[in-house]
């Protein structure tokens, strides 16, 4: 329970903890399934469990980030409303979610991040590749 709580609070502050881990390190795999998309489209996000044990996520969770000459940033208007629950994954397993791209979403380069929790008590936030929305 104290894990599901501590996931959930990290959510809420919207990445406010651990940074990116390098693929190797990582429990999970976060991959778009296109390198290109046009605004208002929907970009498919599949999770993959690279660890032994089991992970906690919610991918209606996850943050669309933008690349600009100070790094990566919130991309703005991109919030939406999620139940705060706490699903497993388990070793080998992969999850699949529709994220929906706005409208008004300027071209550029992007990418989706998330954050999991492993059965060993890490905490991680793992990344996309980056993207090009036109």
């Not at 999970?28 to 089991?54: F, H, I, K, P, V």
């Not at 139940?83 to 791209?101: D, F, K, M, V, W």
């Not at 992007?110 to 929790?117: F, M």
Request: hydrophobic share 35%.
């Amino acid at each position: 329970m104290k894990k599901m709580l501590a996931l959930l609070l990290l959510v809420v502050c919207g990445g406010c903890a651990n940074g990116l881990l390098s693929p190797e390190n990582a429990h999970a795999t976060l991959r778009t399934d296109r390198s290109e998309y046009d605004a208002g489209e929907a970009a498919t996000l599949e999770l993959a469990n690279t660890s032994d044990g089991s992970v906690g996520y919610n991918l209606c969770f996850s943050q669309l980030e933008r690349f600009s000459s100070t790094g990566w940033t919130l991309a703005e208007g991109t919030g939406t409303a999620c139940l705060a629950i706490l699903l497993l994954l388990e070793s080998g397993e992969r999850a699949t979610y529709q994220l929906p791209l706005p409208e008004a979403l300027r071209a550029g380069r992007y990418r989706v991040s998330t954050h999991i929790e492993a059965s060993d008590g890490d905490s991680e936030r793992v990344s996309t590749q980056p993207f090009t929305v036109r």
